[in-house]
Structures are given as C-alpha cells and as structure tokens.
C-alpha cells in the first residue's frame, strides 16, 4: 500500500525543485528511473520483512542481513538515479544517515510493540 | 437462574438456553458445548489420540503439515488448517498465516527484537502476531 506513495512523493521533490531550481530540467527516462526506483524499493522493503520471521535464524544474523538487503537497495537506486554522486566522502555520508535512520526505525518499531505486548498481557490476566 | 437437568437414557441430548441477554455465563456454556462437540484426533509417534480441544495451545502448519500443540506434546492432524479455523470455538484466533492460537492457552505476550509480536503458550511453544493480523488480535482483546 505505501509503495503507492513513492511516486508522489518524488513527483513532490521535481516539483519543488522545479520551483527552486533556475535551469531545472529532467529527463522522461529520468522520471521513469525514479518512480521505478520507488516501487522497487518498497518492494524491497517489504520483503526483507520476511528475514524477521526465519525463527531458526539468530538475531544478530536476520537483522544484519535485513539492514546489508535494504542498504545495498538504497544505496543502488541512489547512486543510479544520481540522487547523491559517486564520491567517497558523500557515500560514506549517505552511510551514516542511513545507520542513523535504521536505528531510530528499528527503536520506534520495538518500543511500539513492545507497548502493544504491555496492554495485551493486562488483559490476559 | 433456573436449572433443571432431565436424565433419559432414549433422549436426544440438548441443552436449550432461556434468557433476556446473552450474558458471559451463557458465553461460557457455548464454549463448553463447541468444545466438547469437537473430536479432533492427534497422531503421535505410535498412536492416535482424541485431543481436549481446551487443552490445545495452538495448531500450526509446519512444511505443509498441520499439528496441535496440546499440553501433552505435539501432535500431527489430517485436517488443513482452514477446516479446523472454520469449526473451532472462538477462543481460537488466528495470529498469523500458519498459526491458530487458544487466547486461553497464551502465557503472555512479548515484544521481539525483530519488531514483532511473540506468543508464548502455557506448553512453552512461542508462535509471532504478523502484522496482517496484529489488528485482529488487538480488538479480540478489547484494545
């Protein structure tokens, strides 16, 4: 469902961009590239839910392997779709904010769910 | 409330309700009654068993195949998972794809560190709540 949002969103930012930027111009293969890295990130994203839920695997193993999935999809649509240029430095800058990103995801899911667990053991007993 | 019990070896057995609502001792009775109409039979290593359908924790599917976890063991079914959600009393939920829960049999709940729902039974099986059925499961305890 939110996959579907991906497109408007970056209809959103060439909007604003258009607006902000003198020269800006874009592209038909460009905005094809872009919503098509949309929903293929959403994609993604949704499928690497599934290392979650492989209960014989460790934790450590499923959640590294599920940041490396979405990491190297990210990673791969931004630097295809020229959203942040090939260079060390800023790569290693996207890296950061995506840790940094990850973690606060993963607190917020955690905290959430472990709230939901709280009140269903209230009415349990 | 009136109780009149009449024992006659020719009759049909049946019990029959008058009341102005429903209340949660009629509730209670249904669940009796559904529970002990149910025959569910459990293969063990050598035998089959008539399992309690209170004392089942969960049925789940693993590699295709069915199995109750009562608090005796593990025990495989012939029936598929969608024949028994379609006859079990409502104690049972279903708390993800594979997995129909008694919310009797829950010990508690617990927050995983992968961002789900875990459910631990009273035989010690864990079992998640998937995210389809998270809502459900949350109503069903009145949140």
Redesign the interface.
Known sequence: MFGGFGPVIIGIIYWILSECTDNFEISGFEIFLGIASTYLLAFVQAGASVF??IEHWP?PK??LIHFLTLFAAYSVCYIGNTWIPFDPKVLLIFAAVFVSVYFVV?TT??FS??A??K???V??K | MKLKIFIGKTDEEEIIIRAREKTPLIEAIERLVSEADMDIIGYGNKEAVKLDVSEICCFSVNDGKVFAHALSGKYRLKQRLFQLEEKLPDSFIKINQSCLANIRM?E???????????VRFKDGSTD?VSRRQ?KS??ER???
């Open positions: 979650n839920q934790l499923s959640t993963w899911v955690y769910v472990r939901a667990s009140k269903l053991n009415r349990i | 829950i508690r709940f617990d927050a995983s560190f992968s961002g789900s729902l875990l998640y998270m499961v949350k305890f009145g949140i």
